[in-house]
């Protein structure tokens, strides 16, 4: 009789494990989708290594060792941009954000958001609301409502980069011209 009861309460638990697996594998939440910044950040990095090597550099790697430092000027001029910087916005804090509309990440930039001065503008006040808050002893949603058409616009042009980037990301190119760099 002892017997029978181990083996009653053996086939019990197996039968539960089976049930509870079967159930876990058929019951698997669906997979995640990235963030939109996610997925915005890789388009990005992909327009920029695809521009960089066109120029007949090599992208940085993280974790990877350091270049020499007159190929590291180089690739920070390809990525940046160089020379006189052709964007500017003073914020109500004082600062002034500059920003160069050539190299690999004003292309990027102007790929994904379509015009890539419009989101430097928008990005930098939209950016630096907190410190605006603190800087005018104001409350973030004063601030917020202050600058209603900049986040109106920002959203829109986030939406559109998210857009373009899923493109560029599915297709695995980039389907700007050959060598260009400039937006």
């Not at 197996?14 to 939109?36: D, V, Y």
Request: hydrophobic share 35%; charged share 20%; net charge positive.
């Amino acid at each position: 009789m002892r017997r029978l009861g181990t083996l009653t309460a053996a086939f019990a638990a197996g039968t539960l494990l089976l049930t509870g697996g079967l159930t876990a594998c058929t019951s698997a939440p669906p997979p995640s989708r990235p963030a939109a910044d996610d997925v915005i950040k890789a388009a990005t990095r992909h327009l920029i290594d695809a521009c960089l090597r066109r120029q007949g550099l090599t992208p940085p790697q993280p974790g990877s060792r350091p270049a020499p430092a007159a190929d590291q000027q180089r690739v920070s001029d390809a990525l940046f941009g160089a020379g006189r910087t052709e964007l500017s916005v003073r914020l109500p804090t004082g600062y002034v954000v500059r920003g160069h509309t050539d190299g690999c990440l004003a292309a990027a930039q102007q790929r994904l958001y379509g015009d890539q001065r419009r989101w430097f503008r928008t990005s930098a006040i939209v950016n630096n609301l907190r410190p605006e808050a603190a800087h005018t002893h104001s409350t973030l949603a004063e601030v917020r409502h202050r600058h209603r058409a900049e986040l109106a616009d920002w959203r829109r042009l986030r939406a559109r980069a998210l857009k373009s980037a899923k493109t560029v990301l599915a297709t695995g190119t980039d389907p700007s011209p050959k060598g260009t760099t400039h937006a």
